[in-house]
């Protein structure tokens, strides 16, 4: 059996991607998996993270789907549990993050864990328990509007007592700065007072290193990606570029893009700019039913041998808006993803072998249509976003260089510097 350190249950794709870079940089070697794998591991990596999509399914299927994952590392070996979530905490009033930590918690025996989503790299802080996104609260931050988990409550104290049976408490900064020694004691006094789960500050990288060493010993841990980086010392493991070593890269480039953020517009500016060989996928014909898939790879097949290529459905707001307003906003999306995904599916059959993709959903898509079922994480491009190296089912498992990279991440440069980082 692989001699699996840490187990890590994430609730959403890219979240998991987060929480792999930062073991990563840590000093883990790690693979994502998406979805719980039907077979054991079959890679030499300290942790692994299992990527769900629970974040705001109902809260019975989350717990099923979570405990399915920890049956797996279990399986593996892991010896501790890490439920990784998002740094703005987001869950409804009916969880999933309380729930799906008491079942976790249950199935584990664990009596008491923490629950940290602070990640200063990201400017999330928690300070006596209420979370700063930025300068500003949690509920002044946007959050209080989002359409599917509107965070209208900073106090994290109070939003997850209200997703939970168990008590709820703080380990708040006076004791987090005083040190590991500082914070065992306190945990040790929630406990007598009957909290099993506590809200742990954290306003810097300092602090969150401080806490690593006093949660060694806990069976579970729930937390956003910061936790992440004091994890790695407790199993004796340091920073290192051998945690990020991928198998050489070879074969052809192409990056495929279906985000229409601000920075991946600037991203493919830039890629045409500097004379790269691009091609614009319009949705309109799609939807007119011009086999765009079949026409994009005829114009790729001679160019991509020379050279990277680009094929992007990138559009400015005005642009996209009279899209949807003339196919409605969730079938553009749909039928842009299933082309691109495509796209990405056969650009790996002429040989490419070192692909980036742009756009959260898209790179959803492309994994699915890649048939891609686990990840090594590898070397980090720009803040979180780290090529990977995986097995795709093209040709029975023609193994890829692969980056996901989700909206607004990385600089103007992104689709030319991706490449050089692998050379
Ligand atoms: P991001 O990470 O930037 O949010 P996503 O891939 O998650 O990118 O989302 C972008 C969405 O916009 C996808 O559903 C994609 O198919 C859709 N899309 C991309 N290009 C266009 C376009 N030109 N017109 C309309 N919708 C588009």
């Not at 994430?10 to 794998?37: E, K, S, W, Y």
């Not at 501790?80 to 976790?104: H, M, R, W």
């Not at 590991?180 to 306190?186: L, N, Y």
């Not at 007598?192 to 069976?219: C, H, Q, T």
């Amino acid at each position: 059996m692989a001699k699996l350190l840490l187990g890590c249950i994430a609730d959403d794709f890219t979240g998991a991607t987060d929480l792999a870079n930062n073991l990563v940089r840590a000093g883990m070697r790690v693979v994502q998996a998406i979805g719980v794998p039907a077979t054991p591991l079959d890679a030499n990596v300290d942790a692994v993270v299992v990527a769900l999509k629970s974040r705001t399914i109902a809260p019975a299927e989350a717990i099923a789907r979570s405990l399915d994952a920890l049956r797996w590392l279990q399986a593996q070996g892991a010896q501790q549990i890490y439920f990784k979530y998002c740094s703005t905490f987001d869950s409804t009033p009916e969880g999933n993050i309380g729930p799906v930590t008491e079942a976790l918690m249950e199935a584990l025996g664990c009596e008491f864990t923490i629950a940290t989503p602070a990640f200063p790299d990201n400017k999330r802080t928690v300070f006596k328990g209420y979370l700063f996104a930025g300068d500003v609260l949690l509920n002044e931050s946007g959050m209080q509007n989002h359409p599917l988990t509107p965070m209208t409550d900073p106090n994290l104290v109070r939003v997850l007592q209200a997703q939970c049976q168990r008590k709820v408490g703080l380990i708040d900064h006076a004791v987090v700065a005083r040190g590991a020694a500082a914070i065992s004691e306190r945990i040790e006094q929630l406990k007598s007072e009957g909290v099993s789960i506590a809200i742990v500050d954290a306003v810097s990288n300092d602090d969150l290193l401080r806490l690593g060493p006093a949660i060694a010993k806990m069976p579970l841990l729930t937390a956003g990606s910061g936790v992440a980086i004091g994890l790695p010392a407790n199993f004796g493991l340091a920073p290192s570029s051998q945690a990020s070593a991928l198998p050489p890269a070879g074969g052809l480039r192409a990056v495929v893009s279906g985000s229409c953020s601000l920075a991946t517009n600037r991203q493919v500016l830039d890629f045409i700019q500097r004379g790269g060989a691009a091609l614009a996928i319009d949705p309109l014909r799609i939807a007119a039913g011009v086999d765009v898939v079949a026409e994009t790879l005829a114009w790729a097949a001679p160019l991509v041998a020379k050279q990277p290529v680009l094929v992007y459905s990138t559009a400015e707001a005005g642009a996209i808006k009279s899209v949807q307003s003339r196919l409605g906003v969730e079938k553009a999306g749909a039928m842009v993803e299933r082309t691109i995904a495509a796209i990405a599916r056969g650009l790996v059959e002429l040989g490419v072998r070192q692909l980036v993709v742009a756009g959260g959903e898209t790179s959803g898509a492309c994994v699915q249509a890649l048939g891609i079922a686990q990840m090594q994480i590898g070397p980090q491009i720009d803040p979180g976003v780290p090529w990977c190296h995986a097995r795709t089912d093209v040709a029975e498992g023609t193994p890829v260089h692969i980056a996901l990279k989700s909206g607004n991440f990385g600089g103007d440069d992104f689709f030319t510097k991706a490449f050089t980082v692998l050379a």
